[in-house]
């Protein structure tokens, strides 16, 4: 495997808490209706929402492209294994991104506290 890309995010976990608070569309603006479904009651867990928009922003970092005309909110999900581990899901926009460069696989790390969420992802191909 050669790593093709790398990205990283930070973001502040009381912004998310008041986007929770004052914005209703927040959710549903950047995230799938599967993804929500798959976070359950965690949607209302700002630490855990911070988490899935750092992993997002560090996933269009390492494709090198950002969120643009092409490339949406929804087309980078955050699902999670059945043991709880984050994985990628790709679609629109940002698969052909990742298809263009030749990634195959994206590896995801994410970590948060009460005042901090930060992701890492690593973009690889054959």
Do not use: Y
């Amino acid at each position: 495997m050669t790593i093709l890309g790398h990205g990283i995010d930070v973001v502040d976990v009381p912004r998310i808490a008041n986007l929770l608070d004052e914005n209703d569309d927040f959710l549903s603006g950047w995230f799938t209706v599967r993804a929500l479904d798959r976070l359950g009651q965690r949607t209302s867990q700002a630490p855990v929402i911070a988490g899935r928009v750092a992993a997002k922003e560090a996933v269009v970092k390492a494709l090198g492209c950002g969120f643009n005309a092409e490339v949406s909110w929804q087309d980078v999900e955050i699902l999670s294994t059945d043991a709880g581990g984050p994985v990628v899901h790709l679609s629109a926009g940002a698969a052909t991104v990742a298809r263009t460069l030749g990634i195959s696989t994206v590896f995801l790390s994410i970590s948060h506290t009460a005042t901090l969420a930060t992701a890492s992802v690593i973009a690889v191909g054959p």
